[in-house]
């Protein structure tokens, strides 16, 4: 077991290399630099690390941001440094902290919603892998069956609102185009995916709404049913079910035995 004096010293490497001492006591440097010189290295690798991973999280905000992002990202993990030894969940507290740091520097109102939705796609490609329900299974079930089935979402699958149409943003950047300033309009999105591809699916009006019911355990009748539509409407329910279901977005149901 490593010595109380070790365990110190590693503590204070840490504390260093995070920003919160300037020196380890009784650390020397070599020949061509001082203890200090040397701690600084890894502290500036320490930080260009952390960078790139926020970078390849975010990097539309990376996009918007441009030199300021390398900014944003140090200031981020000075109050929130890596937890973990993945870095995979660095960015767990970034749209928060992206909203408020943007506010108090007069960024665009849009630029937290644009972070949480890169970071929800950072959590689909770590999400467990799930045995997702397939059209097989819609086209096996009696109607009967299928209106009493309450469907359980996949470990991946987040459902996003936001005040912005930052979809449109997102796409010029993954086109490598121009990008505009996003309009001020109630965007619906679901993101999804795995370790092999992770993707979003937005949603209009009613089939976010159909998409929340059934997320928070109703059964296709009763969200039905909540949303007051009518038997004209049945088709558009059922387009609903089978690109999501094609999407991969179910992974469980519960059918009412009769």
Known sequence: MPSERLRQMQSQFQA??????????????????TAEEGLKIYQRMYRLRMRDALLDDFGACA?????????LCLDYVTH?????????????????????????????????????????????????AAQVLDQEWLRSLRPEALVSARLRASPSVQKLAFNWNIIALYESYQADEPWSEPSEMDT?????????????????????????????????????????????????????????????????VEVQAT
């Open 63 to 71: 996009t918007v941001l441009d030199d300021e992002f390398r900014i």
């Open 188 to 252: 619906f999105v679901v993101t999804y995916g795995n370790a092999q591809r992770v993707s979003y699916e937005a949603l209009d009006d009613q089939g976010h709404a159909m998409f929340q019911l059934l997320f928070a355990g109703h059964s296709i009748e009763e969200a039905v049913g909540v949303m007051e539509l009518s038997e004209a409407q049945a088709p558009r329910v059922f387009q609903w079910l089978s690109r999501w279901i094609a999407l991969g977005l179910f992974d469980e």
């Open 16 to 33: 260093v290399v995070v920003g919160e001492k300037s020196s380890v006591d009784g650390v020397k440097g070599p020949q061509r630099l």
């Open 80 to 128: 929130h440094p890596s937890q973990s030894y993945t870095l995979g969940h660095l960015g767990r507290n970034f749209p928060e902290f992206v909203s408020q740091w943007g506010s108090e520097r007069g960024k665009p109102p849009w630029l937290g919603e644009l972070a949480c939705f890169e970071h929800s796609l950072a959590e689909a490609y770590l999400a467990p």
